[in-house]
């Protein structure tokens, strides 16, 4: 009977599948321990405004489950040692140095996750990697469990199985995808400990569902997943500038082959370029252990998928400073939208942190906005002491309660002289502000760059900016 599960980890996937696990087994007690004293204490506040991460529907399950069976402590031995099943769902970066450096994960969160999990555990323990890890990394794990074990006398053995159980959540969805997720991958060679398992998630996820693999192919579909879908958007960004030079329009592009049910319609949304944690790191990931089997051409062919996506940011950039006379010296340019997408408070490898920093390369002024991302965490990703004219829905708040935000900006007079305003982030609120209002405190020739389309090219049109936007070629509209 499983009473504890402890999570290792209170970051974007441990708290949100911690805090669904929790809402759905009542009687099982959840755990969610952390290093970092200061996320913990987020989690813990009173003010759910104020928890570390900002995902829809959050919020309510916290409410509901947090001190009855959700826990969030900085108590890692403990907690370990009390637990019958161990999320092992720590951060896995891309190495900075060393052999592997800019492609291979670094392992050292996960290492020292089994090197206390050795150390305090007690009796059997099913370890789950909840990370994504690199194919074979639950061999790492077993050995460095196991051979803490050898040295003890026979009746202080521990004994552990691991699983491998990736996530497949996207930021912004999360609570969603947790509640109905596509499948519920379940990889390991023990039938008890993945039984186990899949009874936890039995309690809300229909059993066809819930697919059994061996160790290793659970893993690399993981990768797998991630390199396909971030493939797709490499594949959908190049097309958009083929349309917008031979006249095409990417949407009517993306409606005729999404209606191919072998190419399927989702993920095809033209954009800045993807951004986020993980499908950067996972397809770099992917293309290090395609070197190391000796499989050169395989990695060359994924390489190719992050190359694209940081030279279709370059070519933003470079879009921008042509309509803009060939300099953006002294110009002032707005930034709407900060995170990697909308409904996270995330930037991690947001597009807006390469597009922001050519920018000021370039010499312009940036006046940025985002309803959910810090003026400190802006700062911050761009290098630079302090964002003075940043505004954020907190900053609003206080300092104008009772009004909208768009009436906000325009009483903050974030148009104000503004050279050229910049969608980098779908955010909902962007799609209905007044343009004409707009037009009338920006300097003339306004321009409105929309690099994710949602802005109504009729609006900017009439009010009398120039518009430029991704995918869709200038042909057409002439
Ligand atoms: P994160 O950086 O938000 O959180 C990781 C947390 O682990 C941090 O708070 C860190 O302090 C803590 N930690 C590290 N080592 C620790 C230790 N030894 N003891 C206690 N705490 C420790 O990371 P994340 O976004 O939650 O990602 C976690 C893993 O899940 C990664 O492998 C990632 O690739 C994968 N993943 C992420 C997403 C996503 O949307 N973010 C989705 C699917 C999978
Ligand atoms: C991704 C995977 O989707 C998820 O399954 C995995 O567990 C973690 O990595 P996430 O990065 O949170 O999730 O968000 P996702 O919705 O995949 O978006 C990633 C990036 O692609 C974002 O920058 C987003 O704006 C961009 N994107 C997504 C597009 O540009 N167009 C699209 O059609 C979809």
Same mark, same amino acid.
């Given at each position: 009977?499983?009473?504890?599960?402890? &999570?290792?980890?209170?970051?974007?996937?441990?708290?949100?599948?911690?805090?669904?696990?929790?809402?759905?087994?009542?009687?099982?007690?959840?755990?969610?321990?952390?290093?970092?004293?200061?996320?913990?204490?987020?989690?813990?506040?009173?003010?759910?405004?104020?928890?570390?991460?900002?995902?829809?529907?959050?919020?309510?399950?916290?409410?509901? &489950?947090?001190?009855?069976?959700?826990?969030?402590?900085?108590?890692?031995?403990?907690?370990?040692?009390?637990?019958?099943?161990?999320?092992?769902?720590?951060?896995?970066? +891309?190495? +900075?140095?060393?052999?592997?450096?800019?492609?291979?994960?670094?392992?050292?969160?996960?290492?020292?996750?089994?090197?206390?999990?050795?150390?305090?555990?007690?009796?059997?323990?099913?370890?789950?990697?909840?990370?994504?890890?690199?194919? /074979?990394?639950?061999?790492?794990?077993?050995?460095? $469990?196991? #051979?803490?074990?050898?040295?003890?006398? #026979?009746?202080?053995?521990?004994?552990?199985?691991?699983?491998?159980?990736?996530?497949?959540?996207?930021?912004? +969805?999360?609570?969603?995808?947790?509640?109905?997720?596509?499948?519920?991958?379940?990889?390991?060679?023990?039938?008890?400990?993945?039984?186990?398992?899949?009874? $936890?998630?039995?309690?809300?996820? #229909?059993?066809?569902?819930?697919?059994?693999?061996?160790?290793?192919?659970?893993?690399?579909?993981?990768?797998?997943?991630?390199?396909?879908?971030?493939?797709?958007?490499?594949?959908?960004?190049?097309?958009?500038?083929?349309?917008? !030079?031979?006249?095409?329009? !990417?949407?009517?592009?993306?409606?005729?082959?999404?209606?191919?049910?072998?190419?399927?319609?989702?993920?095809?949304?033209?954009?800045?370029?993807?951004?986020? #944690?993980?499908?950067?790191?996972?397809?770099?990931?992917?293309?290090?252990?395609?070197?190391?089997?000796?499989?050169?051409?395989?990695?060359?062919?994924?390489?190719?998928?992050?190359?694209?996506?940081?030279?279709?940011?370059? /070519?933003?950039?470079?879009?921008?400073?042509?309509?803009?006379?060939?300099?953006?010296?002294?110009?002032?340019?707005?930034?709407?939208?900060?995170?990697?997408?909308?409904?996270?408070?995330?930037? /991690?490898?947001?597009?807006?942190?390469?597009? &922001?920093?050519?920018?000021?390369?370039?010499?312009?002024?940036?006046?940025?906005?985002?309803?959910?991302?810090?003026?400190?965490?802006?700062?911050?990703?761009?290098?630079?002491?302090?964002?003075?004219?940043?505004?954020?829905?907190?900053? $609003?708040?206080?300092?104008?309660?009772?009004?909208?935000?768009?009436?906000?900006?325009?009483?903050?007079?974030?148009?104000?002289?503004?050279?050229?305003?910049?969608?980098? +982030?779908?955010?909902?609120?962007?799609?209905?502000?007044?343009?004409?209002?707009?037009?009338?405190?920006?300097?003339?020739?306004?321009?409105?760059?929309?690099?994710?389309?949602?802005?109504?090219?009729?609006?900017?049109?009439?009010?009398?900016?120039?518009?430029? /936007?991704?995918?869709?070629?200038?042909?057409?509209?002439?």
């Amino acid at each position: 009977m499983i009473k504890q599960v402890c &999570c290792i980890g209170a970051g974007y996937v441990g708290g949100p599948t911690m805090s669904v696990f929790a809402d759905k087994c009542k009687d099982i007690n959840f755990n969610v321990v952390d290093v970092n004293a200061d996320r913990i204490a987020a989690w813990n506040s009173k003010d759910l405004s104020k928890l570390p991460i900002f995902e829809p529907g959050l919020d309510e399950i916290v409410k509901r &489950c947090r001190g009855k069976n959700l826990t969030f402590s900085t108590e890692v031995h403990k907690c370990i040692s009390e637990a019958d099943i161990i999320f092992i769902s720590v951060n896995t970066p +891309t190495k +900075t140095k060393g052999i592997g450096a800019g492609k291979a994960s670094d392992l050292k969160w996960v290492e020292s996750c089994a090197r206390q999990i050795s150390e305090h555990a007690r009796g059997y323990t099913i370890v789950v990697e909840k990370s994504t890890l690199p194919v /074979r990394t639950g061999e790492v794990i077993k050995d460095i $469990l196991d #051979s803490s074990q050898s040295s003890l006398n #026979s009746k202080k053995k521990n004994s552990f199985d691991i699983l491998s159980n990736p996530e497949f959540l996207a930021e912004g +969805t999360a609570i969603d995808d947790l509640e109905n997720p596509d499948r519920i991958l379940i990889g390991g060679s023990n039938e008890n400990a993945i039984k186990v398992l899949h009874d $936890l998630y039995k309690r809300w996820v #229909s059993e066809e569902k819930i697919i059994h693999t061996n160790l290793w192919s659970s893993e690399l579909a993981k990768l797998t997943a991630n390199a396909f879908l971030a493939q797709r958007l490499s594949s959908i960004n190049s097309i958009s500038a083929l349309c917008e !030079v031979t006249g095409a329009d !990417v949407r009517e592009v993306s409606r005729a082959i999404g209606k191919d049910r072998r190419i399927g319609s989702k993920f095809l949304n033209v954009g800045p370029g993807f951004g986020g #944690s993980c499908f950067k790191k996972d397809i770099l990931n992917l293309v290090y252990l395609a070197n190391h089997f000796g499989l050169p051409e395989v990695a060359d062919f994924w390489e190719s998928v992050v190359y694209l996506n940081s030279w279709n940011q370059d /070519r933003l950039t470079r879009i921008i400073l042509e309509k803009l006379f060939g300099t953006l010296t002294e110009k002032k340019i707005g930034i709407l939208g900060f995170s990697f997408k909308a409904n996270t408070n995330d930037t /991690r490898e947001s597009p807006a942190i390469q597009i &922001c920093k050519n920018l000021l390369n370039e010499g312009a002024f940036l006046k940025i906005h985002d309803p959910k991302v810090s003026q400190k965490q802006i700062a911050l990703d761009l290098g630079i002491p302090s964002i003075e004219e940043c505004l954020n829905e907190e900053n $609003l708040n206080k300092k104008n309660k009772d009004k909208k935000w768009e009436k906000s900006l325009l009483r903050n007079d974030f148009f104000e002289n503004l050279d050229a305003v910049v969608v980098l +982030t779908e955010w909902s609120i962007y799609s209905d502000i007044d343009w004409g209002k707009v037009s009338k405190k920006m300097r003339s020739p306004g321009w409105v760059f929309d690099t994710r389309l949602i802005v109504d090219e009729e609006k900017v049109i009439n009010s009398g900016l120039c518009f430029w /936007r991704v995918g869709v070629g200038t042909l057409k509209r002439n």
